[in-house]
């Protein structure tokens, strides 16, 4: 065997033992983490205070702290949470990282400094009235986030925020199910809903559950969009099987514009 084969069959051997290294470790199938935090307020003085913290103070430290795309909506005008909620959305690689970054923003002398209204507000003058945080952990058909890109006023797009609920365990991974190996987020992308994410519920006031972020150029766009989705012969297939039936007990929609300062 010459020098130049040589080489060769050891350089395959190094390529083919860090193939499995990382296969064992679970790094080529690694899915995201999210987290939704809603700000809940009593109307525009609090709204104010909370927009302000976001863009002058959390959005900046989570951005020093290597966290590229952070969205920030609020419901449309016609829902009649307009005004009174704040949807927080964060990515992580790994729950270690959403620990590491929780660390990080407690030592940022910068952000406690410029949160400072905000993070020390007396009680009797709070800028919320109560903060809920989901975390969440992608679907394995869905295992990186995705940020659309449109020329639409950010008063103009629409991202719609879809929660569904399981009546038990057992069903609520039938809905799952539906979602990954039956085929419905293939049949979204393949539509060009533009999802940012689809994922499971791992820790939250409502649980088990599933949510997913879809978003749209415009209320034109999202309905039509929708009416395409909905008539559909695959969703009419997928959703007419036995086995997905009575897998959701209850479901809800928010229709929000991103702020101004959001990253997408």
């Not at 795309?69 to 959403?98: N, Q």
Request: proline share 5%.
């Amino acid at each position: 065997m010459n020098q130049i084969t040589k080489n060769y069959t050891r350089h395959f051997i190094l390529i083919v033992l860090l193939a499995m290294v990382f296969s064992v470790s679970g790094f080529a199938a690694s899915r995201d983490f999210y987290q939704i935090q809603v700000f809940r307020l009593s109307g525009k003085v609090q709204e104010e205070k909370v927009d302000n913290f976001l863009k002058n103070a959390y959005l900046p430290a989570l951005h020093r702290a290597g966290i590229q795309k952070v969205g920030v909506f609020k419901p449309i005008e016609k829902d009649t949470a307009s005004g009174k909620r704040v949807y927080v959305w964060i990515p992580f690689h790994s729950l270690d990282h959403f620990a590491k970054i929780q660390d990080e923003l407690a030592k940022d002398q910068v952000y406690q400094a410029k949160g400072i209204d905000f993070l020390g507000a007396p009680f009797n003058n709070v800028p919320f009235l109560r903060k809920e945080s989901i975390l969440l952990k992608a679907f394995p058909d869905a295992p990186n986030y995705f940020i659309p890109s449109f020329k639409t006023a950010p008063s103009e797009r629409i991202y719609e925020l879809r929660s569904y609920e399981g009546p038990t365990d057992n069903l609520f991974r039938q809905k799952a199910k539906m979602f990954n190996e039956g085929g419905e987020i293939k049949l979204f992308n393949s539509l060009n809903f533009n999802t940012v994410f689809n994922a499971e519920v791992i820790s939250g006031s409502a649980m088990p559950n599933l949510m997913y972020l879809t978003t749209f150029a415009d209320m034109p766009s999202h309905d039509e969009h929708w009416k395409t989705f909905g008539s559909h012969p695959e969703w009419k297939k997928m959703s007419a099987l036995a086995e997905y039936k009575n897998t959701v007990s209850k479901h809800v929609i928010i229709l929000m514009h991103p702020t101004d300062y959001s990253d997408f």
